[in-house]
């Protein structure tokens, strides 16, 4: 019976069976852990107020806690710490994030259980988000309203102002990067364009009158706009607010530094819940703060899909193309052999190898000959040879080009020799067989490996080092500036977010949340592009299923 059950391969399928599910739940569970410890961040933890006397000086300490963990009570001795009144072997010690940067070493320190005299979540506790120096935590004295002190309703009416200031502040910085942007995206073109005439030696009289109009009528646009601008961020510094801090001292923070303002300690579940999908919306829309430890990812995940479009829409045709001519046309030769070859262990190069070629061969002499030929009145600044997203394309494009054109040769392979004869037979071209029957039938094929090419991109970090990722892009590659794709300016990048914010960062407890945030956030940027790619072949191989019978 064992012989039997073996040799009908039973045993075989259970084991593969088995291996294909503890991988999933892998992959479920690892998945599901990332997005705990990176979302559970967003929601609004209670604030606690924890009086500390013992090994450290009589003290009130108010902030979040953020964990937990139990130490022996030989390694805190160790330290330096006086624990000899305490019998345990292990004593608990709490992280707690105090803000309040202004005023205190860090904003995260260790409490020894051992130390806290009286621990309370007291009402009326406020959190400020502020866009420097972090968080701050206090008590809500009296709001300042364009100098006038509030004290009745004060709380009602520090909501009002703080969204009149976030409102203001955000026109401010839409006039700042649109229009007074524009117009010194013009100056500098009327700049580089007088250049080229110099080195053309075709500056003219009338030429060199012609760009001073320009910029006079520029010039005083800009200052229509850079009054605007002054008069908004005076009228966004003109409120107040003062809160008694863990000191018992009275700290006024301008209203024009708060973005939000919420009191954990008295909210309810719904108003957590709001309060915690708004938290992930300005996670996923704002741009990042204070050396990418708080804010947003927004120009991470722009810059991420454009780049991953980008060398799909480059990496599609050459793949295609390469692998069509090496099963249709080529003969079957030593030299087709050894492209084949080629080709497979190119899929097997290290990505930092491509960075490196990308660097040399893209963007210092393909990027520096471009600026010789059409940008020399730009020198000594580069243009294109300089790294950039385009140049980032490429060289990913390169990296997976193996990819497709396995995938695509796969795809072509399956489909009947009987499929081209009937074609050609009934007075077909070659060409016109290929068009119009072998690739639509094919497509699917060339989809499955578009999607591992976009798995394999979004994901690759090295390279990007090398070629174009910044951890901190002034602006994003398209913009309401002509030509408005910038194919040569620097962007950021999800995959280098993470390593950026994970491991330079000079706040480690505070990135290490994000560090899970954005890693959840890449899977699903990446799950998401990929479910696209699918959809879109599934329905090829529905619309060309009638080419195979």
């Known amino acids: 019976m064992v012989k039997q059950w073996f040799k009908s391969g039973s045993p075989w399928i259970w084991m593969t069976g088995g291996a294909v599910s503890i991988s999933l ?8 852990m990332i997005a705990w410890k990176g979302l559970s961040f967003f929601w609004p933890s209670e604030v606690v107020e924890l009086e500390l006397n013992g090994s450290v000086a009589k003290q009130t300490v108010i902030g979040e806690i953020y964990d937990r963990e139990m130490v022996p009570k030989t390694r805190l001795e160790a330290a330096g710490y006086d624990l000899s009144a305490f019998d345990a072997e292990f004593i608990e010690r709490i992280l707690v994030k105090t803000g309040n940067r202004e005023y205190v070493e860090l904003d995260f320190r260790w409490v020894l259980s051992t130390d806290i005299q009286k621990q309370s979540t007291p009402a009326a506790m406020a959190v400020f988000e502020r866009s420097k120096n972090g968080n701050f935590y206090g008590y ?35 006039l700042q990067n649109g229009e007074i942007g524009h117009i010194n995206y013009e100056l500098e073109r009327l700049r580089l ?32 706009f850079e009054k605007r601008l002054f008069k908004l961020r005076k009228q966004a510094k003109r409120d107040q607010v003062v809160v008694r801090d863990m000191r018992g001292e009275l700290v006024t923070l301008p209203i024009y530094q708060v973005l939000d303002v919420w009191f954990p300690n008295d909210m309810g579940t719904f108003s957590k819940v709001g309060h915690y999908l708004s938290q992930i919306g300005k996670f996923v829309s704002d741009d990042p703060r204070e050396a990418n430890t708080e804010g947003g990812v927004f120009p991470a995940i722009f810059g991420t899909v454009f780049m991953v479009m980008l060398m799909a829409v480059i990496v599609t045709p050459f793949g295609v193309i390469a692998a069509i001519y090496l099963h249709e046309y080529a003969a079957k030769n030593a030299v087709t052999k050894m492209i084949r070859i080629a080709v497979i262990n190119l899929a097997g190069v290290p990505s930092i190898v491509y960075g490196v070629f990308g660097l040399g061969f893209f963007v210092y002499m393909l990027g520096g000959s471009l600026d010789q030929l059409f940008y020399p009145e730009a020198a000594p600044s580069p243009v294109f040879g300089t790294p950039g997203v385009m140049w980032s394309a490429l060289t990913l494009a390169i990296l997976t080009l193996p990819v497709v054109i396995v995938s695509t040769e796969e795809g072509l392979s399956r489909i009947p020799s009987s499929v081209r004869h009937g074609s050609l037979a009934l007075g077909a071209t070659q060409a016109e067989t290929l068009w119009r029957i072998i690739v ?15 798995a394999r991109a979004a994901g690759e970090v090295a390279p990007l080092m090398l070629v174009g990722v910044v951890k901190m892009a002034p602006t994003l590659p398209l913009d309401g500036n002509f030509p408005y794709i910038h194919l040569d300016r620097k962007f950021m990048h999800l995959g280098f977010h993470i390593y950026d914010v994970g491991f330079q960062s000079p706040n480690v407890e505070a990135a290490r949340p994000l560090v899970y945030a954005t890693a959840f956030l890449l899977v699903s940027v990446i799950i998401a592009l990929n479910i696209t790619a699918i959809g879109i072949r599934n329905h090829l191989r ?5 080419l195979e019978h």
């Open 140 to 174: 809500v004295d009296h709001v300042v309203e364009d100098g006038k002190v509030i004290k009745e309703r004060s709380v009602e009416r520090l909501y009002e102002l703080v969204e009149r200031a976030v409102d203001l502040n955000e026109e401010a910085l839409d």
């Open 440 to 454: 639509p039938m094919a497509s699917p094929a060339i989809m499955t490996g578009l999607i591992l090419a976009v």
């Open 542 to 546: 529905e619309k060309f299923r009638s």
């Open 25 to 32: 739940i892998s992959v479920l569970g690892l998945l599901a």
């Open 193 to 224: 364009k007088e250049k080229g005439y110099v080195l053309d030696n075709a500056l003219t009289e009338e030429r060199v009158a012609d760009l001073q109009a320009q910029r006079l009528a520029l010039r005083e646009e800009y200052k229509v």
